[in-house]
């Protein structure tokens, strides 16, 4: 087509005018209306000058999802319309907003806890936390992010049991990033107050309050991921904000209870988008890091702890590391109440009379099947076996559902319990439970007390 900027008339305002008003009606057709109205239309061509097209935008949010979403799409409709290949710098223009003297409205301002000025716990930090062979990954991918975020690993996803030091990563992947820049923003958020803000916004009609306070970080900390699960709008939200940020290069770490392919009610989109980067496991430590975690803690805390006290807590205190700590706490405490330092005579009593009596060994996969077979009166044969009789199915789908939450046990080991059955069978029986137990309070309740019968009084 003619060049609008040609000798004869170069530079005309309102030749540009009318090369960006024949490219809003090209793209028009193209981008949801809604979309059209709060991101394109505020757009305005102010020059072009030397094959560069200036574009104000009414803000950096604006600026940052066009160049995201249709930065390419405008430059070739606006070189198409004005006769020659140009490149286009969107700036934002800040206006001073004169104050009023007839009106008392006060300004609008975005409301959410979720801070963008996130401050890590001063006990969370990478030279509090002992590395071992359990975590080792996880920490090494920790220290590259925090080292240069958004440009390795991302995202990061670490998952592990509750109690094993997820969080502490998080935190501690803040302090250093924020040792070298200060006032970078970052935001740290559990996926249960996500949820909340969420619905609060939903209902409050301040979505986009909302997202704006959300995406506006360069590094994004997402506690307990799997807890979106069956949460369809909070799933879409997550979705989004997930790809509004990587898209920009910011840096994303989530942890979790399980692999992202382990999350089963999340829609695959999400699981897929988890794994981009690096995932990263932290297992149950072996006796020695639990030994070296407790005498590090005892150091923080300025209690003197030998090293034959600390390996006999870590082998006969069960559980995560947090129960472990609770151990050398309440020991400590005991300590200071006989008057006397900790010794390994009083971890024995203090063991012996809080822990031994609460070790609760995991059932048997026969126990397992007896337990629910005597609940629905299916012999264990039969939830094991192949019938496709309805209520054997279904005993048989919440047998998968309780050996899974139980053991932890791979798919294909389960499917090997269950007479040889293909992996996929077992996740879809684990899956349908799950998925049934959300919508019905019944079986939910049976499935909970199937599993509380499985384990001794204590």
Known sequence: MKDLFSEENPYEPDNLQRAWDSVLKRLGPDVPSAWFERFIRPLTPVSYINGVVQINVPGRFVMEWV?????????????????????????TQLQEKKPSTTSSVAPITVSSSI??????????????????????????????????????????????????????????IAREILAVRPKCPIAYVGAQQFTEEFVNALQG??????????????????????????RDKTQEEIFHTFNYLHGLGKQIVLT????????????????????????ADIQMPD?????????????????????????????????????????????????????????????????????????????AFNQIVDTIGKHYKISADEITGSSR??????????????????????????????GDRDHTSMMHAYTKIHEMMHHDKDLRATVKMLIRNLYPSG
């Open 205 to 230: 009609g301040k979505v986009e309050q909302f997202r704006r306070a959300q995406r506006s970080v360069e590094v994004w900390l997402v506690d307990d991921i799997q807890l979106i699960a069956g």
């Open 287 to 363: 006796t020695e890091t639990r030994s070296a975690i407790l005498r590090s803690k005892a150091e923080q805390e300025n209690v003197k702890l030998e090293m034959p006290i600390a390996m006999y807590l870590a082998e006969n205190v069960p559980g995560n590391i947090r129960v472990l700590e609770g151990a050398l706490t309440k020991l400590a405490v005991q300590a200071s109440i006989v008057g006397s330092g900790i010794t390994i005579d009083l971890a024995h009593a203090m063991v012996e009379t809080y822990y031994r009596a609460g070790m609760l060994a995991k059932p």
């Open 256 to 279: 979790s209870d399980r692999p992202p392919r382990d999350l089963y009610l999340l829609d695959e989109r999400i699981r897929s988008r988890f794994e981009w980067g690096l995932v």
């Open 115 to 172: 801070d963008t000025s996130f401050r890590p716990a001063e006990k969370f930090s990478f030279d509090t936390y002992v590395v071992g062979q359990s975590n080792r990954l996880a920490v090494a991918g920790a220290k590259a992010v925090a080292l240069d975020p958004g440009k390795k690993f991302n995202p990061l996803f670490i998952y592990g049991a509750s109690g094993l030091g997820k969080t502490h990563l998080l935190h501690a």
């Open 67 to 91: 160049r995201e979403r249709y930065l390419g799409t405008i430059r070739s409709l606006l070189s198409d319309e004005i006769g020659a290949h140009i490149v286009i710098e969107l700036v």
């Open 389 to 418: 009789k309805a209520p054997i199915v279904h005993a048989r789908h919440i047998a998968v559902f309780v050996t899974r939450e139980i053991t932890g046990d791979s798919w294909k080991h389960i499917g090997g319990l269950f």
